[in-house]
């Protein structure tokens, strides 16, 4: 008698990203699809207007919405304050170049300045920080208004469950294409589309400080973080994620971060003196 061959399952391992692996192809189509069902078909809009960082996640984005409308229908702010980088606005003309989209610039310094140094002098990094965050998206507010299109948004999920963006300003565009991707997802998506390796390549920075990087802010590397917050979302607890080989600061680092932001991705709270109060128990939004 033949013996049957015994397979075993391979020992889990914490330092492997398989689990967030995307079928590129089919997920730009789908996002694609998303643009237009949420823009055009729901929202009766055909024109998309993008905030331009030279960043993968703004290049992506608009990578998404010059195939979803058509790169004439596309239109790429530039929003530097005095501090960005040079890098960052010549990345962004980069983008500009290659899919030919609409684009413009505007300094947002003096809008910026004008409110900090009459009333505000002594104020601090981050919260110069939020305000050039809330002065770009008032500009792309007032820009759709007067093009007739939408902000799209540009926020990963990774970024979204941490909290890491400005209230009223990053998550503020009423569609947005990556929200339910990693960060290490875009990146994969990004390669797919073409994106330039020097963009992809270079460290993730929100360039509201010198020097600023995402991953020195957060305390651990996007592939890390993303791969717990794999499990965490889950349902996977601190507890077992560190008896599966995850290190335990990061765990509890990540899960800290998640757990201390839950109202960053809610609307404001409402009172609640009846049985449809909005946002409680009409059109509940839903966290994870």
């Known amino acids: 008698m033949a013996h049957l061959p015994i397979i075993s399952a391979k020992p889990f391992d914490p330092s492997s990203s398989a689990p967030l692996h995307i079928n590129a192809e089919l997920v730009a189509d789908w996002l694609v699809a998303f643009l237009k069902d949420e823009m055009t078909r729901r929202r009766g809009f055909t024109r998309a207007v993008v905030g331009i960082s030279g960043g993968v996640d703004s290049t992506v984005t608009a990578f998404l919405c010059a195939r979803a409308f058509g790169p004439k229908n596309v239109y790429g702010f530039r929003m530097p304050y005095k501090v960005s980088s040079k890098e960052s606005l010549d990345h962004a003309q980069l983008i500009v ?26 104020i601090a990094p981050g919260r110069r920080g939020n305000i050039c965050a809330r002065m770009r998206m008032i500009i792309q507010f007032d820009q759709s208004a007067k093009i007739g299109a939408l902000p799209v948004g540009t926020g990963n999920k990774t970024e979204r469950l941490f909290g890491y963006f400005t209230w009223h300003a990053d998550d503020a565009p009423p569609i947005n ?12 998506l990004a390669r797919y589309l073409k994106v330039p390796e020097v963009i992809i390549e270079k460290p993730a920075s929100a360039d509201l400080i010198v020097g600023q990087t995402d991953e020195a802010d957060f305390g651990i ?32 680092l990540t899960k800290s971060r998640v757990g201390s932001t839950h109202w960053k991705r809610h609307l404001p709270t409402t009172v609640m003196i009846s049985t449809s109060s909005i946002n409680e128990y009409y059109l509940r939004p839903v966290d994870f």
Do not use: C
Request: proline share 9%; charged share 30%; glycine share 8%.
């Open 177 to 188: 294409p990556l929200g339910d991707l990693y960060k290490t997802q875009v990146w994969e």
């Open 221 to 252: 590397s996007y592939p890390k973080a993303d791969r717990i917050l794999y499990y965490l979302v889950r349902g996977y607890s601190p507890r077992r994620l560190i008896e599966m080989g995850f290190d335990p600061r990061e765990v509890h």
């Open 97 to 122: 170049d290659q899919l030919g989209i609409n684009e413009r610039t505007i300094e947002i310094t003096p809008a910026v300045d004008g409110y900090i140094e009459t009333f505000e002098p002594d």
